[in-house]
C-alpha cells in the first residue's frame, strides 16, 4: 500500500459488524436457547470453534446462498435441534445487534459534516441485513451508500468485491480509507491499492483517521 500521506482522502468506507454495530450472538441465544449456547458459542466466541455450524453456514450465506437451500444440508449436518436454532437466529437477527457502537454515529456525522463520502461494505446476508436497517434505520441516512456481498455473490477479502465498491461509488482506491474488525478484510483492501486500518473503537478510528490528514 502507497504511504497514505501522499495522497488526499476523498472518502471512508466501514463494515457494519463490531465497526458500526454491537454484534452479540452469546447474549442473544443465551435467553432462547440456554441448553446450546456453549456448543454454538464455546468458550464465550463464534466462529472460532465453530461446533455448530453457525459461523460456516452464515458465512455461505454472507456469499449469497439462501437459508432454503442451505437448510437440508445444515439438518443432515448438525441435526434437527441446531437446525431449528439456526433457523430461530437467523428470523431475529435483530437481536443480535445490540447498538450502534458507541462514538460511530458522531464519527459518521463529523465526516460527512465536513465533506468525506461516507460508505458502507460489509459481510452480510441479503436475507437478515434488512432486520439491521429496520432496528437501525439511521445507517440509511449517516451512509452514502452500502454494498452487501450477499447481493452481490462477492466477498470479503476478494478483492472484486471491493473494485466493485469503488466502481458503484465512483470512488478511487488511493483517496479511500476503509475500516474493518478483520485484518484478513483490510489486507484485502490494500491489495487494491485502499487504505486501511482495523478497527478497534471510535477514538482509535478518529486517530487513525488524523494520521493521513483527516482531523475532525
Not at 449456547?37 to 455448530?52: E, Q, R, S, Y
Not at 464519527?107 to 460508505?119: I, Q, T
Not at 429496520?134 to 478483492?159: A, M, N
Amino acid at each position: 500500500m502507497t504511504d497514505a500521506k501522499n495522497f488526499e482522502i476523498h472518502d471512508v468506507m466501514f463494515d457494519y459488524c463490531r465497526v458500526l454495530l454491537e454484534w452479540n450472538c452469546r447474549n442473544c441465544l443465551q435467553k432462547q436457547f440456554p441448553h446450546l449456547v456453549d456448543t454454538i458459542c464455546p468458550n464465550g466466541t463464534f466462529g472460532k470453534d465453530d461446533l455448530a455450524g453457525f459461523y460456516e453456514f452464515e458465512d455461505r450465506m454472507d456469499g449469497g446462498e439462501l437459508l432454503k437451500d442451505l437448510m437440508p444440508e445444515y439438518e443432515r449436518r448438525f441435526g434437527s435441534e441446531l437446525a431449528e436454532a439456526f433457523r430461530w437466529y437467523c428470523a431475529h437477527y435483530d437481536q443480535v445487534l445490540t447498538r450502534m457502537m458507541p462514538g460511530m454515529v458522531e464519527l459518521l456525522n463529523d465526516l460527512r459534516s465536513a465533506g468525506y463520502g461516507v460508505w458502507g461494505l460489509t459481510n452480510w446476508s441479503r436475507e437478515t441485513f434488512p432486520l439491521a436497517l429496520r432496528k437501525f434505520p439511521e445507517l440509511s441516512t449517516l451512509l452514502q451508500g452500502t454494498i452487501i456481498s450477499g447481493v452481490e455473490h462477492l466477498h470479503k477479502p476478494e478483492p472484486e468485491i471491493f473494485e466493485l465498491a469503488m466502481s458503484r461509488f465512483g470512488l478511487q482506491a488511493e483517496h479511500t480509507v476503509f475500516f474493518d474488525d478483520k485484518p484478513a478484510n483490510i489486507d484485502g483492501a490494500h491489495a487494491v491499492g485502499m487504505h486501511g486500518f482495523v478497527f478497534t473503537t471510535a477514538d482509535q478510528a478518529r486517530k487513525d483517521l488524523a494520521s493521513i490528514g483527516i482531523e475532525l
